[in-house]
């Protein structure tokens, strides 16, 4: 994680910081010299010293002296900011240096690059391997399809890999989160409303005002939902990405009007989504990522406390964390924002709309109906992201991002008046953006209603709890906290975990999702896990594997898990990076660049 530089002070520079510290220094001094008993002694320690300075510059002309001041102060200045006026600490700048520099030595490039291109061939070929006999499309056809040969080519690309089949079978995590007995008719309704609004934009809210009509109402639902006053406000966005990104503009530009904030910090739970360092990449705001509470995997609220400083805008805190299912400790970390006079997001963007039903749930299932408060409730709690399209049932491309007040959303508008096109806004970052989606939305809330959240979140924390409660069971398993809404993640401290991927995700069928620091793996229960035996057979999967794994602990994971054991432990994460940097070129093509084309792909070009 980022380790926060000591001595930030905020708004000023580090060379006016240091200029500070040394005022202070002599101040504190002179000060100290006014007292009887070190009068004499000062006085007698400034004389010698001006003694030696003036011996010592006789064998200098005195535009050497003044160059040779101008020199050190220089050197000092840079030394300092070397140390302390950076936000990566000078251990880990180092690093990156002795490892950029290596990468520079012909031997070790070429290596590197080897292994790179090996294991993005594998990427590759895992990729493309579903396409069967599919004709890849180059150029656009010279004559346009008919609506019958359109349908019939997006069906074949509708069934690549079966996402239906393993979504009705329940073995999916997350991804695709509506399922049950109704998802049919669910699916009817949704094609019918997008249907209906297939062409509505409400950036033109007097030609749409239906659609206008059916955005304030979900952000108004929304916010009631999640507790907020007459004064809360928020917007529909596409995605929780875009919600946490316009969270961090406004805090940023709110900071910079109210106090004059140019060098900002936000300080956040090393588990908080990689959206925030999205935003943060984007709007030149610095993420100062803690390490969170290995017992509990929550927020360490003290050490988030120590990382921040005058500069810090806003801290984060999720409701529930991705990795390992956990809430962090809202109450904790909204009484430090308020302290601290900063905002205080949290990111319920997977909690969504099952946190908010979590004390129903419980009494549902006859448990102690407590569950920790998250939500506008809590006083210091100043934005929430939530996401509409996953446990809000609305297609992909759904979100919002709410706040307290809406002295916080003004500063998350951008405007531009000076246009000759006009005057131009927009709340959010698209300017045109698709009435269907909002539509659907506003239809699955108003299909599922306050009883049928309830029951959906009832269902699945049900789930959730028989998962963790067997894994609690299995010799070899480590269940890695408990869970506060629908993931389950578990470790293990008897063999490598990752030894458990190829025996459940390539022999079994499972859609998993596998952790880092620690090594673990977790589960997102959806609607598509409460119907059937599918958490049965998932429950009797994980003991089968675990049995065999345990024989032999000793081993280590090979084929895909063998690669995430890798990149844990590889000290150079510049090669993680460019693994990433060229699976996303794989995901983005449709030729083969890092590796021959297999004879198993029967691919070829559209020539018809």
């Known amino acids: 994680s980022t380790t926060a530089p000591i001595f930030h002070t905020g708004i000023v520079s580090v060379y006016q910081e240091m200029l500070a510290w040394i005022v202070a220094g002599c101040g504190i001094v002179l000060g100290a010299c006014q007292l009887d008993p070190w009068?004499?002694?000062?006085?007698?320690?400034?004389?010698?010293?001006?003694?030696?300075?003036?011996?010592?510059?006789?064998?200098?002309?005195?535009?050497q002296v003044a160059g040779i001041a101008c020199l050190t102060t220089w050197l000092l200045l840079n030394l300092f900011s070397f140390l302390f006026g950076h936000e990566l600490?000078?251990?880990?700048?180092?690093?990156?240096?002795?490892?950029?520099?290596?990468?520079?030595?012909?031997?070790?490039?070429?290596?590197?690059?080897?292994?790179?291109?090996?294991?993005?061939g594998g990427l590759e070929r895992s990729t493309f391997k579903h396409r069967d006999n599919w004709k890849i499309n180059r150029t656009i056809p010279a004559r346009g399809m008919s609506i019958e040969q359109?349908?019939?080519?997006?069906?074949?690309?509708?069934?690549?890999?079966?996402?239906?089949?393993?979504?009705?079978?329940?073995?999916?995590?997350?991804?695709?989160?509506?399922?049950?007995?109704?998802?049919?008719?669910?699916?009817?309704?949704?094609?019918?409303?997008?249907g209906m609004f297939a062409w509505a934009n409400p950036l033109h809210a007097s030609v749409f005002p239906g659609v206008r009509q059916m955005e304030g109402e979900i952000i108004r639902m929304v916010c009631n939902i999640f507790q907020g006053g007459p004064n809360s406000c928020g917007s529909f966005t596409s995605g929780g990405t875009e919600s946490i990104f316009l969270a961090v503009k406004t805090y940023r530009d709110y900071a910079r009007t109210t106090r004059g904030i140019t060098n900002p910090n936000m300080v956040l739970p090393r588990t908080a989504h990689p959206a925030f360092n999205k935003a943060g990449q984007y709007l030149n705001v610095h993420m100062r990522m803690i390490k969170e509470n290995e017992i509990t995997r929550k927020a360490n609220v003290s050490a988030m406390a120590r990382?921040?400083?005058?500069?810090?805008?806003?801290?984060?805190?999720?409701?529930?964390?991705?990795?390992?299912?956990?809430?962090?400790p809202i109450e904790e970390l909204a009484a430090l924002a308020k302290k601290r006079g900063v905002g205080l997001h949290v990111d319920c963007c997977l909690g969504s709309f099952v946190v908010p039903f979590m004390k129903q749930a419980k009494k549902n299932l006859g448990l102690e109906p407590t569950y920790e408060n998250f939500d506008f409730s809590v006083d210091g709690v100043t934005s929430i992201s939530a996401d509409t399209h996953k446990f809000g049932y609305a297609p992909k491309g759904s979100s919002t991002?709410?706040?307290?007040?809406?002295?916080?959303?003004?500063?998350?508008?951008?405007?531009?008046?000076?246009?000759?096109?006009?005057?131009?806004?927009?709340?959010?970052?698209?300017?045109?953006?698709?009435?269907?989606?909002?539509?659907?939305?506003?239809a699955a809330l108003m299909y599922r209603g306050y009883d049928g959240f309830v029951d959906a979140t009832?269902?699945?924390?049900?789930?959730?709890?028989?998962?963790?409660?067997?894994?609690?069971?299995?010799?070899?398993?480590?269940?890695?906290?408990?869970?506060?809404?629908?993931?389950?993640?578990?470790?293990?401290?008897?063999?490598?975990?990752?030894?458990?991927?190829?025996?459940?995700?390539?022999?079994?069928?499972?859609?998993?999702n596998v952790l880092q620091f620690p090594p673990a793996i977790h589960m997102c229960i959806t609607l598509a896990h409460t119907e059937g035996d599918s958490v049965q057979r998932f429950i009797n999967d994980l003991r089968e594997v675990a049995a065999t794994l345990i024989k032999s602990p000793n081993e280590k994971a090979t084929g895909v898990g063998a690669m995430y054991g890798d990149s844990q432990a590889m000290p150079d994460r510049s090669i993680i990076r460019d693994i990433v940097t060229g699976y996303l070129d794989v995901i983005l093509d449709v030729d083969y660049h890092f590796g021959d084309k297999p004879e198993a792909d029967k691919t070829t070009d559209r020539t018809d």
């Open 89 to 120: 600490s000078w251990f880990e700048r180092t690093k990156q240096y002795v490892f950029a520099s290596a990468r520079r030595i012909p031997f070790v490039r070429n290596k590197i690059q080897s292994e790179v291109k090996k294991n993005l």
């Open 150 to 194: 359109v349908i019939k080519e997006l069906d074949k690309l509708r069934v690549m890999a079966e996402p239906d089949k393993r979504l009705a079978e329940g073995r999916v995590t997350g991804t695709i989160y509506v399922g049950g007995r109704d998802y049919q008719k669910y699916t009817d309704m949704m094609t019918t409303v997008y």
């Open 458 to 512: 009832t269902a699945i924390y049900k789930a959730t709890l028989e998962i963790s409660n067997a894994i609690k069971t299995i010799p070899g398993l480590d269940l890695m906290c408990e869970p506060d809404g629908p993931i389950v993640a578990w470790n293990s401290n008897t063999f490598d975990v990752y030894r458990m991927v190829g025996p459940l995700a390539e022999e079994k069928g499972w859609d998993l």
């Open 39 to 63: 009068q004499e002694q000062c006085t007698s320690a400034v004389a010698d010293a001006r003694t030696y300075f003036n011996q010592a510059a006789e064998a200098y002309e005195p535009w």
């Open 401 to 442: 991002v709410l706040y307290s007040d809406r002295k916080y959303r003004h500063a998350q508008y951008v405007m531009y008046t000076e246009w000759p096109g006009g005057v131009y806004g927009t709340p959010t970052v698209p300017g045109s953006r698709s009435g269907a989606l909002i539509a659907a939305t506003w």
């Open 307 to 328: 990382a921040m400083d005058s500069n810090t805008i806003a801290i984060v805190g999720s409701c529930v964390q991705y990795p390992h299912g956990c809430a962090d």
